[in-house]
């Protein structure tokens, strides 16, 4: 059994982990300030004698329990939200990986750090390998966010290299399934909640930009290979699916899921949209012997039954 610190453990993804560290046998601490987390995520194991929750924010100076790994998920992650929390969201993934990375070295714990795609910018190189080094608009209001998820990373290289401390980075591409607030703004949330509702489906552009879409179980094999596995050659790795489409695809793709009457209808671009998004897996695939699973139907599925009931 290992004693295990999730940040952001109360959010989608974190949620999630927290569900299945817990299963695996271990003892978790789950910390969130529930801003973009929600206290019904984690309801279903809050009574696990293994469980801990703290309410507390990673960007402020409270005392942090002594643990084995620490998994730090904690920030605001959805595009809607880089616009009206740019402050909290810069300072999550700076200062909060900061105090992170400290504990981690005060207690001799590893830890994986939760990067993003967003480190890619609008991608030159396609799909993304760890190597490409991103095309950001650091001033741009993607910028707080990705910009961050940069720095945090270089923080965890500059802790391994004058400190030692084993560190490891997940760039997670996008991700969906159960417990995704529907008004998080993310496109598979927004999508299933409109073709269910009967409203039109709010494609962006002219939906030809691309996007890879992982259902959340192979997400979460995805960190906790990245944090079992002992010798790695890398200290990143691109955990994702490579299932391309365009979002244009992707909102048929709904309809027909949900079986609905609802249309498409067209609305601005947002800023910096990223055009297209694929990850190269194949580090992840020979390193941490992980790869994807659940197809996007059998995902798609999933998540329709959790916001039908
Ligand atoms: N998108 C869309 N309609 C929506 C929400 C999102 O067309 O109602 C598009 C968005 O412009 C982007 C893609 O879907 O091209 C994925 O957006 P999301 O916010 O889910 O994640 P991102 O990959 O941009 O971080």
Redesign the pocket.
Known sequence: MQRVLVTGGAGFLGSHLCEQLLADGNEVICLDNVSSGQSENIEPFADDDNFTFLEQDVRLPDPLPSVDQIYHLASRA???DFTEFPVDIALSNTQGTRRLLDHARACDARMVYASTS?VYGDPEEHPQPETYNGDVNIRGKRGCYDESKRFGETLTVAYRREYDLDVRTARIF?TYGPRMRPDD????P??VTQALNGDNL????D?S?T?SFCYVDDLIRGLKSLMRTDSLNYSVYNIGKENERT?LELAKEVINAVDTNSVITH?P??ED??SQ?KPDISRAKTDLNWEPRVSLQTGLENTIDYYSV
């Open positions: 959805s595009p809607k967003e996008n703004g993310r496109v598979i927004t999508f709010t494609v962006y552009g939906g930009q996007r979002i609305e671009l947002p949209d990223p998004r």
